[in-house]
């Protein structure tokens, strides 16, 4: 069965009283998929819509959601067709899909598998052909505007946390990381400042003592030379 990605680009949240909340994305399809459409045109020329809804009860089993091609109209361009994705999806995995989206982030890619499968080698609506460039994708929104989803898979990001810087070496020509002083490192800091000021001090009171000597006993040696 046909797995196709898409990446998501903006996202809402629809909250309404009595009713199941929904998510809903504009999608494009991925930069290296490739889908063509029996129409005319290809699918990542088409802007779409996906709609996630909070599944209450319990899936069928068969099918999680549908892909629906959005014809523009008689006269119309091409381009102006749409498609829309819609899935229910449990409590549980709508929710971790919409703490991402309330972080402010996106996906990374969602994947489908679309088409209703008839046979081991054959589905119906999206299916593979070979093609000039090789095998290729190819849904028949003139048969099948609506195709089966039977499987919904989402691609969320995680934010892993900065490891801590390792020691450098005294070679290394990497600066060195200023880490704010403890508690204890700043009461080491004063008593050593403390100490030292106390020995500078007494080492000062010394010197001028020592200076007080010398001037008395200069005093008294030029006194004992005027009265001799």
Same mark, same amino acid.
């Given at each position: 069965?046909? #797995?196709?990605?898409? @990446?998501?680009?903006?996202?809402?949240?629809?909250?309404?009283?009595?009713?199941?909340?929904?998510?809903?994305?504009? +999608?494009? !399809?991925? &930069?290296?998929?490739? =889908?063509?459409?029996?129409?005319?045109?290809?699918?990542?020329?088409? $802007?779409?819509?996906?709609?996630?809804? /909070?599944?209450?009860?319990?899936?069928?089993?068969? *099918?999680?959601?549908? #892909? +629906?091609? =959005?014809?523009?109209?008689?006269? *119309?361009?091409? /381009? $102006?067709?749409?498609?829309?994705?819609?899935?229910?999806?449990?409590?549980?995995?709508?929710?971790?899909?919409?703490?991402?989206?309330?972080?402010?982030?996106?996906? $990374?890619?969602?994947?489908?598998?679309?088409?209703?499968?008839?046979?081991? &080698?054959? @589905?119906?609506?999206?299916?593979?052909?070979?093609?000039?460039?090789?095998?290729?994708?190819?849904?028949?929104?003139?048969?099948?505007? @609506?195709?089966? =989803? %039977?499987?919904? %898979?989402?691609?969320?990001?995680?934010?892993?946390?900065?490891?801590?810087?390792?020691?450098?070496?005294?070679?290394?020509?990497?600066?060195?990381?200023?880490?704010?002083? $403890?508690?204890?490192?700043?009461?080491? !800091? *004063?008593?050593?400042? &403390?100490?030292?000021?106390? /020995?500078?001090?007494? &080492? #000062?009171?010394?010197? =001028?003592?020592?200076?007080?000597?010398?001037? #008395?006993?200069?005093?008294?040696?030029?006194?004992?030379?005027?009265?001799?």
């Amino acid at each position: 069965m046909p #797995l196709v990605s898409f @990446t998501p680009t903006k996202a809402r949240l629809v909250l309404e009283e009595s009713k199941e909340s929904v998510l809903v994305m504009k +999608v494009v !399809l991925a &930069t290296e998929e490739s =889908v063509e459409l029996a129409s005319g045109g290809t699918l990542q020329m088409l $802007s779409g819509v996906l709609r996630v809804r /909070e599944r209450k009860s319990e899936g069928n089993g068969k *099918a999680v959601g549908s #892909l +629906v091609f =959005v014809d523009a109209g008689r006269g *119309a361009a091409q /381009e $102006s067709a749409k498609f829309q994705i819609n899935i229910s999806i449990s409590t549980k995995k709508f929710d971790a899909l919409l703490n991402v989206a309330l972080s402010g982030r996106l996906p $990374s890619k969602l994947f489908i598998d679309a088409g209703e499968k008839i046979s081991r &080698t054959e @589905t119906r609506g999206l299916s593979y052909s070979l093609g000039p460039k090789g095998r290729t994708k190819v849904w028949d929104n003139k048969s099948f505007a @609506t195709v089966l =989803v %039977t499987n919904f %898979t989402a691609i969320l990001p995680i934010n892993v946390p900065e490891r801590a810087l390792p020691p450098s070496s005294p070679d290394s020509d990497q600066p060195l990381v200023d880490l704010p002083a $403890s508690y204890g490192q700043v009461s080491e !800091l *004063a008593e050593e400042l &403390t100490l030292f000021r106390s /020995e500078t001090h007494h &080492t #000062l009171m010394v010197i =001028v003592s020592l200076f007080a000597v010398i001037a #008395l006993l200069i005093l008294v040696y030029n006194l004992a030379r005027f009265f001799w």
